[in-house]
């Protein structure tokens, strides 16, 4: 089932200010409570939703400044019970929160190779929030819900997509 969310005309380009977000966050921030693992945000930008956040950019409140792939690669094992995963999928988006273009959204692999390592460091029964213009399966991990954010007029509607590891595999008992 999608669920339509309608988004505001005060909803800004920050995804991390808007009430739909915020409303989806709180929701599955309540069912993961018992998992004991951390929130973790490797685009966090101003937003301090998560226990550990991070955002290329230094002129945010991040709490450190790498790389995505390497803050995702530098995550403990079986740690995290919620990852917020909002990176800049479209050069406009990158230009707009970086000053540069092509980071994340032209490097198709360089996204692939992040959300890989999701499998080994959410806990079983962790969940992902993806933000974007598409819907496109997390790798190992269940499609479990979606919102349309509805914004009207001419501006594009936003995914929020629900993934979820479901299973312990092998390599969690490392």
């Known amino acids: 089932m999608i669920n339509r969310l309608i988004g505001g005309s005060i909803d800004g380009k920050d995804t991390h200010k808007w009430k739909s977000y915020e409303m989806?966050?709180?929701?599955?921030k309540k069912q993961i409570n018992d998992?004991?693992?951390v929130i973790i945000d490797p685009f966090a930008r101003n937003c301090l939703?998560?226990?550990?956040?991070?955002?290329?950019?230094p002129n945010t409140k991040a709490h450190s400044n790498m790389d995505a792939l390497d803050f995702i690669k530098s995550i403990k094992s079986n740690s995290c019970s919620m990852i917020l995963?909002?990176?800049?999928?479209?050069?406009?988006?990158?230009?707009?929160?970086?000053g540069?273009?092509?980071l994340y959204a032209s490097d198709?692999?360089?996204?692939?190779?992040?959300?890989?390592?999701f499998q080994r460091i959410l806990r079983a029964g962790g969940i992902v929030l993806k933000l974007g213009y598409n819907s496109t399966r997390i790798?190992?991990?269940?499609?479990?819900?979606?919102?349309?954010?509805?914004?009207?007029?001419?501006?594009?509607?936003?995914?929020?997509?629900?993934?979820?590891k479901m299973n312990k595999t092998l390599?969690?008992?490392?």
């Open 24 to 28: 989806v966050f709180a929701k599955y």
């Open 35 to 37: 998992l004991n693992g």
């Open 49 to 57: 939703w998560a226990d550990i956040t991070n955002d290329l950019n």
């Open 85 to 98: 995963f909002d990176p800049p999928f479209s050069d406009r988006q990158s230009n707009d929160k970086y």
């Open 100 to 102: 540069s273009s092509n």
């Open 108 to 117: 198709s692999n360089k996204i692939s190779l992040i959300t890989k390592e």
């Open 139 to 164: 790798k190992n991990l269940d499609l479990i819900d979606l919102y349309l954010v509805n914004f009207g007029a001419s501006r594009n509607d936003v995914i929020i997509s629900v993934h979820k």
């Open 171 to 174: 390599g969690d008992f490392n």
